[in-house]
């Protein structure tokens, strides 16, 4: 598989025939699983590698690495719809967003020959799984104070730091991890950061489960990084350009978030709607009220505006076209928005039953609420937005 060249900008509206057979292959396995699977996998404690494991058997969790790396080369556009699939059938895996998206991304551009040998061919056939460790307990959204230090040492570096609400490392077999090689810089203030490919397994790194409210099967962990000695060979890029390369993985991460939150959006829509249709009051289904149907249809179209853009951030960010970072954002941002609009409406529209258990509700209101917050927040995209796109002054 790979992408076709000399396609219109209207194409990237039309799903491609690559695009309709990964969507309908994609659903035919998550809904094998469904909802009732994570949530055992939830009440379990346990990540849900087999659902993992059989699509990428089936080519499904590298469509977007380079093919000669044994992944599809369909670029984001592919990987996006594998995403949104998975969270429609109400089975979305969060380690999706970081090892395919960032890892991928960053070591198909930046990876040494060996590098992609030894970790990018892993990721493209989806039997290698690598989570994001960047956020820190007293950094907040400012990555240049990251405390995380890597020392040189003889043969290479030293890891010393902790690392917070890191998603996914039980599934994970090595870890992307950003830490300081040398002191701010005085004119810019800007850190001298270094990007490393660490074993979640290696000596000196331990771990510890952060309890959270959302009811999914990945988790949120604490990292502790205590003399942890990783070797020259996985430096990723050059010394103190870490962030740099990691940007290249931000925007695929923002796409991945935003179809996500598209993916539960048209779920919780689906069954309110369908709720709406055959749950009848006074002679007549609930959905013919407007105070019903309204609000469905309001999010409905906020959904399909949410859709849109995040197409129009694959088609950018695919063809390496000016403007997918402003689009990736506000892909991201309207996905959140919209998503959670169209799991508190569908709530709303089954009244008391909104928060039963068994009509599946409940369970995906803190996957989009989240996506608010996280990967990146609702504020800094307006911050984003505000500077880059109206070239107003920066407020921070």
């Known amino acids: 598989m790979s992408l076709a060249t000399g396609s219109s900008a209207a194409d990237a509206f039309n799903p491609s025939d690559d695009e309709l057979r990964i969507r309908e292959t994609v659903a035919t396995i998550a809904n094998r699983y469904g909802p009732e699977y994570m949530r055992r996998c939830s009440e379990e404690e346990r990540p849900p590698v087999e659902l993992w494991d059989e699509l990428a058997a089936a080519g499904y969790l590298g469509v977007n690495i380079p093919a000669e790396y044994d992944g599809g080369g369909l670029g984001m556009t592919a990987l996006a719809a594998v995403g949104e699939e998975l969270a429609f059938a109400g089975t979305p895996l969060l380690l999706i967003l970081v090892s395919p998206a960032i890892a991928g991304s960053v070591l198909a551009r930046h990876g040494s020959p060996e590098q992609r040998e030894r970790w990018l061919r892993g990721i493209g056939r989806g039997d290698l799984r690598m989570a994001f460790a960047i956020t820190e307990p007293d950094a907040g959204t400012n990555t240049h104070n990251l405390t995380t230090t890597a020392t040189r040492v003889d043969g290479g570096f030293r890891l010393r730091g902790t690392k917070v609400f890191i998603s996914g490392v039980e599934m994970a077999h090595a870890l992307f991890v950003v ?9 810019t203030g800007y850190g001298r950061l270094s990007l490393f490919v660490v074993d979640v397994d290696a000596p000196g790194l331990e771990r510890q489960v952060i309890p959270t409210a959302t009811r999914g099967a990945d988790r949120q962990w604490q990292l502790f990084f205590d003399d942890v000695e990783v070797s020259d060979d996985r430096l990723v890029g050059g010394e ?12 695929p991460e923002r796409i991945m978030t935003a179809v996500q939150c598209t993916g539960i959006g048209r779920l919780a829509l689906d069954r309110a709607a369908a709720y709406a249709r055959e749950r009848v009051v006074w002679d007549a289904p609930i959905g013919s009220h407007q ?8 999010a409905k179209i906020e959904l399909e505006l949410a859709r849109t853009m995040t197409r129009k951030a694959c088609s950018l960010y695919d063809g ?13 941002f309207a996905a959140a928005e919209a998503g959670i609009k169209c799991v508190d409406r569908a709530i709303q529209a089954h009244g008391g039953n909104g928060v039963a258990l068994e009509y ?8 989009v609420r989240t996506a608010k917050i996280a990967p990146v927040s609702r504020e800094m995209i307006l911050n984003y937005v505000a500077e880059h796109s109206l070239r107003l002054p920066r407020s921070y």
């Open 179 to 187: 830490a300081r090689t040398g002191e701010r810089d005085s004119a």
């Open 240 to 251: 103190g350009e870490g962030l740099r390369l990691v940007f290249d993985g931000l925007n």
């Open 291 to 298: 105070g019903v149907a309204h609000p469905l249809a309001e």
């Open 320 to 332: 390496g076209a000016k403007g997918a970072g402003e689009a990736s954002n506000m892909a991201k």
């Open 360 to 367: 599946g509700l409940a369970d995906l209101w803190w996957g």
